[in-house]
């Protein structure tokens, strides 16, 4: 029988059931990829994080319970957490090798944990008429894709008001972002759909402000923001555009600490 740590961790989010939860499981070594997607499936969340201790740093993959996928922001930053929680990590820094977006970079200062991911450039396109009619909107202002649908919105009341049958989207065969303007002190808000996933609308995704920091940056004139995912659960993040990257800060408490038992 194989002993496997097992943590749950609420990402972007200073208190319990804020924020968006993922699994996190450091291994000694990798298993085989139907085992890792059989252990995300058990777990159930939108993506569980598997990270390997190298002489570098570690190796960080991330499983959905569809399958293997190419970024996750939430559950990189949990990983982060639980690696300067509790495995004794004595730097302030982190260094993850992936698999498809090479390097990536966690650093702590304090409570905050500040994510380095690549800047994804969006270029605009005719929506697709499924979107809209998925989202049940004819106004916005314009819709853009990279890794994801980028539909922008004219106000945070707009996008409150969504009520989208996420379901009709599988046939697009990519994941929503819906942003707009923000009010008070959030720079610009956002809400994420994810068509076919065991979590329908993801409550807090880094990843996809890969995309909405260089977006918002250009349209505000400023390189600093503060961002707010306006899911049921919500979270903060505070965000930068530095060249060719993005830098996203958040916070994390731990849920639920345990093992997973391998027979």
Known sequence: MKEIDFYMVDAFSTVTFGGNAAAVCPLTEWLPDEILLKMSQQHNQSETAFFVTTDDGF???????????????????????????????????IHFDTRFVGPLTVTRNGDWLTLDFPAWETESIQPPPL????????????????????????NQQQLEALRPNIDAMIPLGKMVCVTA??????DFVSRFFCPGEAVAEDP???????????????????????????SARGGDLRCQLAGERVLIGGQATTYLIGKVLLR
């Open 204 to 230: 807090v995704t880094g990843s996809t402000h890969s995309m909405l920091i260089p977006y918002w940056a250009e349209k505000q004139g400023k390189t600093q923001m503060l961002a707010r995912q306006i």
């Open 181 to 186: 303007p923000g009010e008070g002190e959030y």
């Open 59 to 93: 190796e960080l993959r991330w499983f959905t319970t569809q399958g293997e996928i190419n970024l996750c922001g939430h559950a990189t930053l949990a990983a982060a957490h639980i690696i300067f929680e509790y495995l004794d990590y004595p730097h302030t820094a």
């Open 131 to 154: 979107l809209l009619e998925a989202l049940g909107i004819s106004r916005y202002q314009e819709v853009r894709v990279a890794r994801d649908y980028m539909v922008v919105l004219d």
